[in-house]
């Protein structure tokens, strides 16, 4: 069966930065897309960012534009979320996500609702910045 697991997170301070990575097992990876999404304490799981199965096309949230970067190795059946400038607001358990339908942009994603999506999910990984 596909699994996702999400690797990279931690503790960190305001300013520092995360390599998050998301190793997909379980089926052709380099067809799907992917995306990572993060839920923090009482709140709703919400977009992150996306990739294309590809990796040509890139979606991100407002809060990711500048200081996130979602990249994809199909070699390596991996897709990883560089965090830069960490926020306290950042703080959030994240999700990887990837599609179940092949070929498709991934700007899905950055649209629905999570809950209405077709996507299979990892684990999650604690990000915790503190100020």
């Known amino acids: 069966q596909v699994q996702l697991v999400e690797s990279g997170g931690g503790m960190v301070q305001a300013g520092d930065s995360l390599r998050l990575s998301c190793a997909a097992s379980?089926?052709?990876?380099?067809?799907?897309?992917m995306g990572w999404f993060r839920q923090a304490p009482g709140k709703e799981r919400e977009f992150v960012a996306a990739?294309?199965?590809?990796?040509?096309?890139?979606y991100y949230a407002d809060s990711a534009k500048g200081r996130f970067t979602i990249s994809r190795d199909n070699a390596k059946n991996t897709v990883y979320l560089q965090l830069n400038s960490l926020k306290p607001e950042d703080t959030a358990v994240y999700y990887c996500?990837?599609?179940?339908?092949?070929?498709?942009?991934?700007?899905?994603?950055?649209?629905?609702?999570?809950?209405?999506?077709?996507?299979?999910w990892g684990q999650g990984t604690q990000v915790t910045v503190s100020s």
């Open positions: 996500a990837g599609d179940t339908v092949s070929f498709r942009s991934g700007q899905t994603m950055s649209v629905m609702p999570h809950s209405s999506l077709s996507v299979y």
């Open positions: 379980g089926r052709t990876f380099s067809v799907y897309a």
């Open positions: 990739i294309n199965w590809s990796g040509i096309h890139t």
